[in-house]
């Protein structure tokens, strides 16, 4: 169930408090989307486990600086999340390129994620956060709450205050702009 952003705004401020039961009923009301945008990132189960465990650690040290006006706590949990998930994919990389690849690979299971894979996972992670950089405000959050937290059109008009036609325009325009940047 979506929790409201004044709910989450409590358990948030709360939790910046040191209080423990409003962070577990944070960590309860969030933590499956957030589990769901780190497995989305990084394929493998077990990474993202260590991922949303390393952002609610961080969301626990770091809950007294949000700052309401820059976006939604969904949202700034969501950055936290993905950022922990590319780091992480950063450093897979970076013990990748110090394999020694003439040796046979030994212990490789299925749904691990292959070093070459790696790297090019990172590449594109980093390009699209460029580009996602590079649009407007409206834009950029107005994409990032339909394809990061999967709301719905008339959910972001809600969530924003802003008509659905304007929605919709931003979506679509932001995504014109986003191929434009990553097919340059």
Request: hydrophobic share 35%; glycine share 6%; proline share 1%.
């Amino acid at each position: 169930m979506e929790q409201s952003q004044q709910q989450l705004l409590q358990w948030l401020y709360a939790t910046a408090q040191g209080n423990k039961q409003a962070f577990e009923q944070l960590y309860q009301a969030t933590s499956g989307k957030l589990f769901s945008v780190s497995l989305h990132l990084l394929r493998r189960h077990d990474w993202a486990e260590d991922v949303l465990q390393d952002a609610f650690v961080r969301i626990w040290h770091n809950a007294a600086d949000y700052h309401a006006e820059k976006g939604s706590v969904m949202s700034w949990m969501i950055s936290i999340t993905r950022y922990r998930a590319l780091d992480l994919l950063k450093s897979r990389r970076v013990k990748a390129e110090h394999l020694d690849i003439s040796e046979p690979e030994h212990d490789q299971t299925s749904n691990e994620v292959q070093p070459g894979e790696v790297i090019g996972l990172v590449r594109d992670k980093v390009k699209l956060d460029d580009c996602m950089q590079g649009l407007s405000d409206e834009h950029r959050q107005s994409i990032q709450l339909a394809y990061f937290n999967g709301l719905s059109h008339q959910e972001i008009t809600a969530h924003t205050g802003s008509a659905l036609g304007t929605v919709k325009s931003w979506i679509r325009r932001g995504l014109t702009q986003l191929k434009r940047c990553l097919e340059a």
